[in-house]
């Protein structure tokens, strides 16, 4: 079982930044992509960036590219989502993702989920 827990979600005004970290208790962290998602209320659940597991490919939805920024250290079992230019439209319930391989099919596993409002 692999737990991913999140921080750094709060409230920002437009045009700041925030930067939400994801740690992860597996102990195969370098094997797993590592993404984001994100849902607003009332709205479906979207990916928003992904990484993959030496970091090599990493993909953005059209609506953050040249905003937000995915990184990861395998050596710290953690990735992170720099979120900068932060606009109302970005707020949603940011939740850490990671795709986990195993014998036979992949595995998803989800953090709890944080919070960023982009406010005045």
């Known amino acids: 079982q692999v737990q991913l827990v999140e921080s750094g979600g709060g409230l920002v005004q437009p045009g700041g930044s925030l930067r939400l970290s994801c740690t992860t208790s597996g102990s195969d962290f370098s094997y797993y992509t590592m993404g984001w998602y994100r849902q607003a209320p009332g709205k479906q659940r979207e990916s928003v960036a992904h990484i993959s597991s030496r970091g090599t490919t990493i993909d953005y939805t059209d609506s953050v590219k040249g905003r937000f920024t995915i990184s990861r250290d395998n050596a710290k079992n953690t990735a992170w989502l720099q979120m900068d230019s932060l606009k109302p439209e970005d707020t949603a319930v940011y939740y850490c993702?990671?795709?986990?391989?195993?014998?036979?099919?992949?595995?998803?596993?989800w953090g709890q989920g944080t919070q960023v409002t982009v406010s005045s």
């Open positions: 993702h990671a795709i986990v391989p195993t014998w036979g099919a992949n595995q998803d596993y």
